[in-house]
């Protein structure tokens, strides 16, 4: 659409800093007039059309232009290659890990020193967890950030997070950073000068002189942390004031509502994707908009702003992609690829939370129902977009999925959930699980999981019993977990230490910082001496390390398992077995998971279902032909068993 104005207004800028819109800058001269009418009227939607707001629009403007200048000519040329790759991040070549620097090795120069270990393991992709400065002691991981452009230095410097960054480029890595757009630390600058008095930066953030706004909010907001930070309003002494936060007390939430903020924050992204970040991990999204008389979570302006910082990260920094970190139900995660005029120009990337929660589920009960009930709603994604798929995080499991989903298998939701909590507290008769519950709410019976991928599939009480066939049970289904989660479609991400099969980490109950959050038992401080045994013959890290490796390697083989809208459920003909059917041009992988502790059959005939059948059926994980039976004989799966069968 032309608008006159809004055009002169940009051409008005481009002039004056002198960008060369007929030549080499011609690519970002077209993204900016082809997404101006949509950044113009997302931002009205907002902020509204009123004169006033004209030099926030104007800010605005200028902020693309500047981001898009202080782009290096390494990382433009990157974005042209990215853009004639297509969806570059569709690809079934990436697999990622998510680590805390720290934990993991120490530093970011000692990441750097570090990148050999995931090339052996395959992992081309890493997510650092927050490196931005954050109070020592409290900082929720570091998810309460002081200071959006310096890196702590417990980490290093922004020259070392540089330098990595390089090094990672060099070996063709892709690198992923947080954005933490709902809140800041009460130890950020803002909130400081907010605290000293200045009405300005008090505007940053929701702060009311009575309870009368805090009690109305309250009254809909559901709680993130009843536990540790029940409510979602903490008084502040200096102020003498409430303020809004909804995580820990030490968390302030952003108010939206002040374009000022936005423009700040939108500022800081630019950043980020101008130190070359190839996907911004946008945290909590879902909280970015409140509202007194609703929940505060997934209003429709919180999509607005999503839409409006994708169109501006679109014309000046088209490489980086978007991941909307949305722990939310089933329904609403598919909102953050968008909707209507928007669909697929939000996020490019949710989390499959609902999917990781389901494979839980399925492990726990051995019956995949519940997991097929909820396919329906997982399937609507987009093509364009995708997903981070996962088994674990350094959050807890939440249990967030319909209660429909748990009916349609025949179970009842109250009961069925309490099973879930149970089994994986381990205090249910017979669990193999070592995991504890998290964030238990009385008021709703809510309760969410922490535990490690080894300790929830069994392998802490399997080593501590001495027990050689529990542990090849568990060393089964973590690999059974992971496997289901690699191949899926979308991007996998490992969480540290997973891929050597690490057990909680009870160390965190020593300090005090850490002692009331039990999701850092699941957050390791990685022992070097341990990793060694990845090379060592039997023991349970090489059993786990050498076939993460495999299954990446046979990822990185099959174009098919690229998230191109090709996958298919199979016919759950045996409510024990998933299976999903990955296609592109002539390729054709069967994925067969035995959910069930004990051997699972499957009729033949399920090959039928999509064309003809094959003659043969390799399967790329034990290397070995299988050739389909008649439609009276039956597949055999061992328990825990998966298949990844190539048609032929
Ligand atoms: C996200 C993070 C979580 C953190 C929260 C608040 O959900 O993953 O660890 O506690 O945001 O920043």
Redesign the pocket.
Known sequence: MYNHRLHQQINAVLQKEQIDIGGADNHFFTRFIANATAIDSLFQEIYGRDDNRDPFFDRLIQQVVQAYIQRSRRLRERDAEKAAKGHWFLSNEITGMSLYVDRFCGSLTELGNRLDYFRKLGVNFLHLMPVFESPEGES??G??VADFRKVDKRFGTLEDLLGLQEKMQEENMYLMLDI?L??TSDQHEWAKKAKQGDPDYQDYFYMYADRQLPDRFDQTMPE??PESAPGNFTWNEETGKWVMTV??RY?WDLNYTNPTVFLEMLGNIFFYANLGVDILRI??PAFIWKQAGTTCQNLPQAHTLLRLIKQCVEVAAPGMALLG?A?VAPKEIMKYFGTGLYTAKECDFAYNATHMALQWDALATGDTRVMLAAQHEIMQKPFGTSWINYTR???DIGLGYDDYMIRHAGYDPREHRRFLKDYFSGIYAGSPARGALFSVNPKTNDARISGSLASLCGLEKAIGEQNESAVQLSVARILLMQAHSFFLGGLPVIFYGDEVGYTNDYSYLQDDSKSYDN?WMHRPLIDWEKYRNIDKEGTPEHRVFSATQRLIRIRKKLVAVGDYKNLAWMTPHNIHIAGYLRTFEDQKIYCLFNFRDQPSRLTWFAFREHGAVPDSLYDHWQDKEYEPGQDHEYLLLEPYQFLLLEAR
């Open positions: 929720d991981g998810y309460a933490v709902n809140h993130i942390f995580f820990h968390q945290d909590a970190e722990i995080c350094h959050d999701r």
